[in-house]
């Protein structure tokens, strides 16, 4: 205990004063508290402390007397670190409390800030992630979508341009095309439809789920079945590793998320992708990757897979000509037919029975 005096300037409320208080020197000696002006010694027991101020960190006593309620307020810094320290004993438990208390409710407030920040910056947060790890997370998201929410997808894109192309499913040539399908999607988890365009255009494209349309136009830039068969497992890849999927939820960015979270994705992105998925174009690792799988494919049906690097080089001379649609989704034909023989050079020798359909090409 400290027996050196202590005054303090402090303000006065209470009983007979004005609203605004009054100001008066505040003396702590020992167990005495005293106020100058009006002399008045404030009780021993009964002395209440609370924290005041704009940020809390004045301090007042309060006390109860005949007159009513009188309250001493400490706001000046310095000055309340005098007072406290000076005093007695009966007050200083009662301040420490006060401290801790004030030191939880802080704690508090800031944790209140934090997840309210948190919650505040989770659409920015997700936005950064979702743009640094936008391939593995639209692949995972790809990954979760039923194959049956996918065939779905494919099909009402389908259905929406079905009338444009022109179909010629009836034909010796649609057959031919079912056939070598089916040959290049033994055991596959999906179930195919192939389809025959009238157009002129070179071109074939894939559809999530199963869908692959070839135009006629492209069968008639081929040489020999082979070459379309190199074609066709290229597209059945784009299917089997989800190209489509993952661009589409890649292009619905966070979107994609929300719907994923919501359970909806399926028929969020049929309402809102299905027009671009002819214009879909894939990233060039993913049609390396359908390039190198669709080259197993073939050699595991027992095809020729000389026919697809064939047919990429018979796309890149035609590269100049308007018709060829499939060059703006494929491009670097010469690039990729060079990685393509290369991979075969690699490969032990193997034999194929040349694919049986003649005259090539069929009648379109
Ligand atoms: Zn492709």
């Not at 910056?121 to 640094?132: D, R």
């Not at 489509?244 to 028929?267: H, N, P």
């Not at 000389?306 to 690039?335: C, N, V, W, Y």
Request: hydrophobic letters at 45%.
């Amino acid at each position: 205990m400290s027996l050196r005096m202590t005054s303090v300037t402090a303000r006065l409320y209470g009983p007979g004063l004005p609203p605004a208080g009054q100001d008066v020197t505040l003396r702590i000696d020992g167990h005495a508290l005293r106020i100058d002006a009006p002399q008045r010694v404030l009780p021993e027991q009964g002395v209440r402390l609370r924290r005041v101020g704009f940020d809390l960190k004045g301090l007042e006593l309060a006390w109860d007397d005949a007159a009513g309620t009188h309250a001493l307020q400490v706001l000046d810094g310095s000055a309340v670190e005098n007072l406290t320290r000076a005093l007695p004993a009966t007050l200083q438990s009662a301040h420490s409390e006060l401290t801790r208390s004030a030191r939880k409710e802080n704690s508090g407030r800031r944790l209140g800030w934090a997840v309210l920040g948190l919650f505040l910056a989770a659409p920015v947060i997700l936005l950064a992630l979702f743009l640094v790890f936008a391939d593995p997370i639209a692949g995972w998201i790809a990954e979760q979508i039923p194959i049956e929410q996918e065939r779905q997808l494919g099909e009402a894109s389908f259905a929406q341009m079905k009338d444009d192309l022109k179909l010629r499913d009836d034909t010796e040539a649609a057959r031919m095309l079912r056939e070598l399908g089916a040959r290049l999607t033994r055991g596959s988890r999906y179930t195919y439809a192939f389809h025959l365009a009238d157009k002129p255009e070179i071109n074939a494209f894939a559809m999530p789920g199963g869908i692959v349309v070839v135009h006629t136009g492209l069968i008639r830039a081929t040489t020999r079945p082979e070459e379309l068969a190199g074609v066709l497992a290229h597209e059945v890849q784009h299917v089997e590793l989800r190209h489509s999927l993952k661009s589409i939820v890649k292009q619905l960015g966070l979107s994609a998320l929300w719907m994923f979270a919501t359970g909806d994705l399926g028929s969020g992105m049929a309402g809102s992708a299905a027009t671009d998925l002819l214009t879909l174009k894939f990233s060039r690792d993913a049609e390396r990757e359908a390039d190198a799988h669709g080259l197993d494919t073939l050699i595991r049906s027992g095809i020729d897979p000389q026919g697809m690097p064939d047919f990429f080089r018979i796309l890149a001379e035609k590269a100049g000509d308007a018709p060829a649609a499939l060059l703006s989704t494929h491009p670097q034909s010469a690039e990729r037919e060079a990685a393509l023989r290369e991979k075969l050079g690699a490969l032990p020798a193997h034999s194929a029975q040349p694919l049986p359909w003649k005259p090539w090409p069929p009648v379109l």
